[in-house]
């Protein structure tokens, strides 16, 4: 292992994977680790992308499962309304990571697993749990929504939604994504996604209320049961952390090392939606060419990134923040949402997109 490499890149899922990649192409000397023992598992995640990131991913048609045409959403369990233009695909999700992490490979970038990032100091050294110290030009966090990275320089994901998720027998095949909205699930939503036999059934809530995540799921589950939806079996379950209170600074400077952040580590998860892959890819990819471009000595180059996800994204996670405040602030005073504000909080409703 390179302990003094040009870049270091912490995580391998689509930011880390993306960066490291890009960074690599340059043709510096790029060291990406993970903490996970195999690409892309334990899967945390509900594995649907919209269709416009096929322009992005050469890796997305090779790991789709199937294909989404349309989103229907039921608020609290009236008939759903269909959405009939939504396409997508759903992903196996670990293959996709564990490909991008293979393109990374392949352009150049040395790609470890089972390395966990155990501390970086102010002068920006960077300890592994195993006690071995890597001292790089550049960091790049691609870890996730509690980064270690992040948190060396004071960007910390603030507002967290909480999941939980298990994977079950569809009693027949569908082609849309289904969301479940209702006041009990506090500030987000549910969610039961295809992928061929089987499905994706999850629930999202703000992080204070995650106890409750597991009787709501269940109950979420015994209706599709007793709908004919979906089978009694639990095949898996996973869950996890998603930001939810947009964009945070995504650079800071530790000694003479700069460290970027992208993906989830820089809060660039739809807070309303928690789609995040497409964000994840896309800021993977500028932030390693912010990272050489600071290496060939341009010192605007994390100001020119910020700029950048601000131009690609800023308008729609500030509307989406927006709408999710709302939404929570719909619960106080002991109030809860009425099916209006519900319809008001979600993408599918003309409410949602109002000025
Ligand atoms: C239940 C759930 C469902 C979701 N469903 C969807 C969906 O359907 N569509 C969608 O677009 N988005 C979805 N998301 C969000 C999406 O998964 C994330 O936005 C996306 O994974 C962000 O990619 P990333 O590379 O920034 O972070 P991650 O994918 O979280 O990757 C971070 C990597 O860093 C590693 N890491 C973290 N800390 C350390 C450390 N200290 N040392 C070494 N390695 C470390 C982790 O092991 C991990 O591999 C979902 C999230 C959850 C939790």
Redesign the pocket.
């Known amino acids: 292992m390179n302990r003094n490499p040009d870049i270091l890149v ?8 993306c960066a490291a990649r890009e960074a690599a192409k340059s043709g510096c000397s790029v060291l990406a ?4 023992k195999i690409p ?1 598992t334990p899967i ?6 919209p269709a416009l990131i096929g322009n992005e991913v050469d890796q997305l048609s090779s790991n789709s499962v199937q294909n989404i045409a349309s989103m229907l959403t039921s608020i609290e369990n009236a008939p759903p309304d269909i959405m009939a233009d939504f396409p997508g695909k759903m992903i196996d ?1 670990a293959a996709f ?1 564990a490909n991008l992490a293979k393109a990374a490979a392949k352009a150049g970038a040395q790609c470890r697993y089972g ?4 501390d970086i100091s102010a002068d920006g050294r960077v300890s592994l749990g195993n006690g071995t110290i890597i001292t790089p030009k550049v960091i790049i966090g ?7 990275a992040g948190k060396a320089i004071g960007s910390v994901n603030t507002e967290i939604l909480e ?3 298990i994977c079950v027998p569809l009693c027949r095949p569908f082609s849309s994504t289904d969301i479940f909205l209702s006041a009990e699930i506090c500030g987000g939503y549910g ?1 039961l ?1 295809p992928k061929g036999k089987y499905a ?1 059934l ?1 629930l ?1 809530v703000v992080a204070e209320k995650k106890a409750d995540l597991k009787i709501l799921l269940a109950k979420l589950h015994q209706k599709l049961v007793r709908d004919g939806r979906v089978g009694e079996q639990v095949i898996s379950h ?5 930001p939810a209170g947009g964009m945070i600074k995504p650079y800071g400077i530790l000694g003479k090392t700069l460290v970027l952040l ?4 820089a809060g ?2 739809n807070p309303i939606t ?7 890819v896309i800021s ?1 990819q500028l932030v390693g060419e912010a990272a050489i471009d600071w290496l060939q000595g341009d010192r605007q180059s994390p100001i020119n990134y910020t700029q950048g996800l601000e131009d690609l994204f800023g308008a729609s996670l500030k509307r989406a923040l927006k709408r999710r405040r709302a939404f929570v602030n719909a619960y106080a005073n002991e109030n809860t949402p009425t099916p209006d504000q519900l319809r008001a909080s979600w993408i599918a409703y003309s409410d949602y997109w109002a000025a």
Request: net charge neutral; charged share 15%; proline share 3%.
């Open positions: 912490i995580g391998l899922g689509p930011a880390g994977a680790l993970d903490r996970k892309g945390q995640c509900a594995e649907f992308v999700r990571d390395q966990s990032i155990r691609g870890d996730g929504p509690h980064s270690i999941t939980r998720q969610w996604f994706n999850g999202g996973t869950g996890g952390a998603i992208a993906g989830d580590a660039l998860t928690g789609a995040g892959i497409n964000a994840a993977g």
